[in-house]
RNA sequence: GUGGCCGUAGUUCAGUUGGUAGAGCACCUGAUUGUGGUUCAGGUUGUCGUGGGUUCAAGCCCCAUCGGCCACCCCA
């Protein structure tokens, strides 16, 4: 039986007009990283399974993990994030970094799922962490790292927003206020996860069934009409929840000063799966209603390192991965295109004597530095050397044939303006260097 | 895991009530033997996803399987 040309479920193989436009969002992503002090990492793409079980979430490791045993009966998984092995890596050397220790990877992770549209078996993530900031320090620079790469992509507040909540404070309100055990506390947190995804009518039939007292339906009801900072403070002040009430504050006071306040807002439904989770949970959903889909999901976390009898330290990422950003760029017409690739200059020759001068000159022209220099490997007519300079995404062509071999010459022409110019190989290299570069 | 739609040339797709395959784009060649993007003419390209079944005959009908898209479920 013939083998499959396509590659395997859920994965992409990227041509390259795909894989420019993933380095255009990578090299993006590092910029924005770089600008502000994140540091580059990466790890291997496979850990023992008993990494994720540790923090993760049941759900994560009974379905969606790629796993096996290996040779030396060890049980590993392929990356289905990265967070867990940041935190194994930073346990092993936080002792020795000045704090807070910024650090961003795009590693490619994959999780068994079914595909479908913004969710790939395998994608890449751009993660950033910060660890060791205090509150809300952290918080509001892992807001603005998002803000940024967001922006300078050319997305504005119109197309994006980030939507936020504290696990600490559903977790009080749940708990405390609301006098709700365990169990309950977390059956609560797939219902409000859920709620805007079903009816008024299915989201109180789900409430109903949980058979809360009077006083706790009322608080979650009260919880749910929360709309806004404002009426979280106000909430926090009337209920007494000191401790979130200055966190959520100082977040607030921040965000404004910063004018990052336009892109954020308060949602009490965001709670976010994974379990490592602690303190502010975030997600970035595209404005546009076609595209309804959490493009990017973070949060603070600080027992992380516990799981490696480290210490409590305070912790604040997020992830993005580049099937959602890409999805997210392309509906609001902020993908350039990558179809065609792209060159400085394109060099062949009209016949076989002429085509060692062809690679001499062209090692020249790379030696000048930074230029991207095609080749022909075969002697072409004239009228063949433009299309195929043009496949070549060439600014310039260069034609050497009988009568430039002869006197040393090569015809330059610029594409776009057709101007053309003859020029001595040896003598004017740096004119023929300056010509291309401008 | 559940449901819907779909799988035909490199690609996007058409293909009638079953009668052994077609178009655009792309690609190649040519239109006075040293100057391109337009135009024109010609040409190449298929295990019709795979495996069974029904039939004289299957791209079309049936079953299975793999894959794709979408919506659920779940959730980075």
């Not at 009974?62 to 040779?71: A, G, K, L, N, V």
């Not at 696990?167 to 708990?175: A, K, M, Q």
């Not at 022909?376 to 062509?397: D, S």
Request: with cysteine; charged share 25%; hydrophobic share 40%.
């Amino acid at each position: 039986m013939a083998l499959s040309k396509k590659p395997y479920k859920g994965t992409r193989d990227l041509y390259p007009p795909q894989k420019r436009a993933q380095n255009h969002l990578f090299d993006t992503m590092r910029k924005a990283a770089h600008s502000m002090g994140y540091e580059p990492y990466d790890g291997p793409l496979l850990e023992e399974v008993a990494l994720y079980q540790a923090k993760s979430g049941d759900e994560l490791i009974r379905d969606q993990i790629y796993s096996f045993t290996d040779r030396g009966d060890r049980f590993v998984a392929i990356r289905p994030e990265m967070t867990p092995t940041l935190a194994r890596m930073v346990m092993g050397h936080h002792q020795q970094e000045t704090k807070p220790i910024r650090l961003f990877s795009i590693p490619n992770l994959m999780r068994y799922e079914k595909p479908q549209k913004g969710r790939l078996r395998e994608h890449w993530q751009f993660n950033c962490d910060i660890f060791g900031a205090p509150t809300m320090m952290g918080e509001v620079e892992i807001l603005q790292m998002a803000i940024n790469l967001l922006t300078s992509f050319g997305a504005t507040s119109k197309q994006f927003e980030i939507l936020i909540n504290h696990r600490e404070v559903v977790t009080n309100i749940f708990s405390d206020l609301m006098e709700l055990d365990s169990q309950k506390v977390h059956a609560l947190y797939k219902i409000i996860d859920r709620a805007k995804k079903v009816t008024k009518e299915e989201l109180n039939k789900m409430i109903t069934a949980l058979s809360l007292t009077n006083r706790a339906e009322l608080i979650l009801t009260d919880y749910l009409q929360l709309s806004s900072f404002d009426q979280l403070i106000l909430f926090l002040k009337q209920n007494k929840l000191e401790q979130q009430l200055a966190e959520v504050t100082l977040l607030v006071e921040l965000a404004s000063k910063l004018g990052i306040d336009q892109f954020l807002k308060f949602d009490p439904t965001i709670v976010r799966g994974l379990d490592y989770y602690t303190g502010l949970v975030f997600e970035i959903f595209d404005k546009n209603p076609d595209n309804p889909r959490a493009i990017c999901g973070g949060g603070a976390y600080q027992n992380l390192l516990t799981i490696f009898g480290g210490p409590v330290m305070p912790a604040v990422g997020f992830g993005l991965g580049d099937v959602t950003l890409s999805d997210f760029l392309t509906t609001h017409g902020l993908m350039p295109d990558f179809t065609h690739p792209t060159s400085d200059i394109f060099i062949s020759a009209q016949d076989s004597d002429a085509q060692i001068e062809v690679l001499k000159l062209a090692a020249r022209l790379r030696q000048g530095g930074g230029l991207s220099v095609v080749t022909h490997p075969e002697p072409v007519k004239i009228k063949k050397a433009f299309p195929l300079a043009e496949k070549r995404g060439a600014r310039f062509v260069a034609l050497i044939g009988e009568q430039e071999l002869t006197d040393g010459s090569v015809q330059i022409k610029n594409m776009a303006t057709r101007e053309q110019s003859t020029l001595k190989i040896k003598d004017q290299i740096e004119d023929i260097i300056k010509l291309i570069k401008l």
